[in-house]
């Protein structure tokens, strides 16, 4: 069992920045291929980003290439979401998952999540 926990969540400005952290306590991360996802109000969970076990392959949804940069610090157990450019369209619930294969960006794939960080983008 993998326990996943966000923090760095919160409101923020538009074009403004945050650093999603995600972390697990119990058990190294080494082995899994990690993602973000999202869960914007009224509408389905989304792919983000993902980023391979070595970190040597990362992907990214196209609404947000260029905006976001996923990295990992397997060192340190933990994965991170580096949000810049905030727009209203990225307000969402954020969610850190593994997965036990290399890397994926299909959202069945993720067996482990954590509980949800939420980020609100303000005019």
């Known amino acids: 069992q993998v326990e996943l926990v966000e923090s760095g969540g919160g409101l923020v400005q538009a074009g403004g920045s945050l650093r999603l952290s995600c972390s697990a306590s119990?058990?190294?991360?080494?082995?899994?291929?990690l993602g973000w996802l999202r869960h914007a109000p009224g509408k389905e969970r989304e792919f983000v980003s993902a980023i391979s076990r070595s970190a040597g392959s990362t992907y990214y949804a196209d609404s947000v290439k260029g905006r976001f940069t996923i990295s990992r610090d397997n060192a340190k157990n933990t994965v991170f979401l580096q949000i810049n450019s905030l727009q209203h369209e990225d307000t969402a619930v954020y969610y850190c998952?593994?997965?036990?294969?290399?890397?994926?960006?299909?959202?069945?794939?993720?067996?482990?999540w954590g509980q949800g960080t939420q980020v609100t983008v303000s005019s």
């Open positions: 119990r058990r190294t991360l080494r082995s899994y291929g």
């Open positions: 998952a593994a997965s036990v294969r290399l890397v994926t960006v299909t959202e069945r794939q993720y067996g482990f």
